[in-house]
């Protein structure tokens, strides 16, 4: 039941989030009903409430394995087994830059895109093969997929974490994370490819679409390759610049009829 | 009341940008077509969502640093887009555009807010310190509640103040400007893609990484 309790409470970790200490009170209102139970006398509670406002910023999903190792820690210094007291702090400090370099790697960097692409190449299929009504597929797609995973390994990392404690860190680094991500970008790349060459025949080949142009008659697939190698190009520059680009060469295109 | 529901719809989704849970309903591939289904225009939200999802496929919070906000950006385009000129093309990528300064309007306001936060944050600490811990839970829902109201009114700001600016400006463009938008509406796709395609330069795949080495040999 606490397990669950904090589980919940995980997702209010940034509620109150601020540029001087970050997460510092969301960690805290997430320990609070553990200490609450750990420490019946409110004077040794405060100073021990008092030790976890400090600076702490970690990635939210990942936050539920120092969450339980703190939890183990605090279990053990109310109860006499552990007697440094700042085992807590070390184990936030020590272990919130690399966890959250795992989580936003991974789900920030690696599982968002690769979900979201899947739900691009979706909607460009659903474009050909359904009718208007099957739009509402591909974010419900997108909210399901990431989710399933977000959710799942977030419960499961409290829940073992509680159990293996600091054999959490070599349970993660066995996990190989990084082969696992290389792999979704790898099918992520060939599903981008897919949403391409799908997008292009169904808006880039259509006849209509095939006026006479320079004096002669050619695909907007033309076009379209063109504008995607210039934008890969463009890759660097920021998104805000790459948008007004865009309409701004949609522009010349139009004035030109090209 | 219509502009109120859909202002407080706006805020609970942006919260979840950084807020609350991080279930990514504030992803534009998700509230781009959750506002145009509100609206009866699915297909326009949709669209709308994946330009700015491929577009902008790197905008995450991380750290210190506070994001651009897509939800504000695609919700408040896909919302004057449908509202006023249902299934015009022109209109929605027309509608982007004017949303993006706003989207920046938002985040200045955003870091205000976050700034703030450092205020009740200190209140909570100082409770903390005179016993009065239900400050710390009280602390937690001040910071979401003042977040939904300031974010509310912000979005109850953008849509009305944007959307009679948009539709103004729609109504008095040129006729070739027209055509532009149109093709804008195919182009900016593939701008996305060659925006996501950018983002996998630096892939290994093992057996071109091994033909490589190879050839190399």
Redesign the interface.
Known sequence: MTKNFVFLRT??L?????????Q???F??IL?PVL?GLYPD?EK??EV??RH?GFF?TN??MVNIIIAMVINSETNIASGKEQNLKKPEMIKSLMAGPVAAVG?SFF?GTW??FV??I??LT?ILSMNMFS?NY??I??VL??VL??IV?LAFRYWSLIVSFRVDEKMIKLISKLEIKYIA?IF??I??IV?VL??FF?FKI?GMVPALEPERLGFSYP?AV??GI??????F???IK??V???L??I???I???LGL | MELIIFAVIGAILSADI????????S?P??C???FG?LLGD??TG??L??IV????????P???AVP?DLTVMTSTAVIWACHFFKGSQEAA?LA??VA?PFAYLYKEVDISG??F??Y??HW??EG??D?K?HR??L??????FF?IIRSSLMYFFIILIGGLLFRQLFSYLPI??Y??????W????????????????S???PFIKTAGEKLKR
């Open positions: 997702f209010f940034q509620a109150l989030w601020n540029f001087e200490r970050l510092n009170i969301g805290l209102y609070y609450k409110k509670r405060k409430l008092l406002l910023n939210p999903y936003d920030w968002r895109p979201s692409f739900a691009i909607t208007l739009f509402w591909a974010p997108f909210i990431y989710n977000h290389e970008r790898i992520g790349l981008v949403s391409i997008y808006f907007d076009m379209f504008i995607m190698i210039i934008s890969f463009l890759g660097r998104p805000v790459m948008f007004y865009a309409i060469l949609s522009f295109l139009g004035y | 950084t807020m609350f849970g991080q279930f990514m309903i992803r591939i998700f781009g077509p959750l289904y699915i297909h949709l669209w969502g994946i999802e491929m577009m902008w496929i790197n905008e995450i991380m750290g210190v651009l990528i982007l555009a993006i976050r700034k936060n450092t009740i944050m909570v600490e903390v310190k016993g811990e710390i839970s602390g937690i829902y001040a910071g979401l977040f070739h400007i055509v532009a938008l149109k093709k804008a195919f182009y900016l796709p593939v701008f996305g893609f060659g925006a996501v395609l950018y983002n996998f330069r892939i290994s795949i």
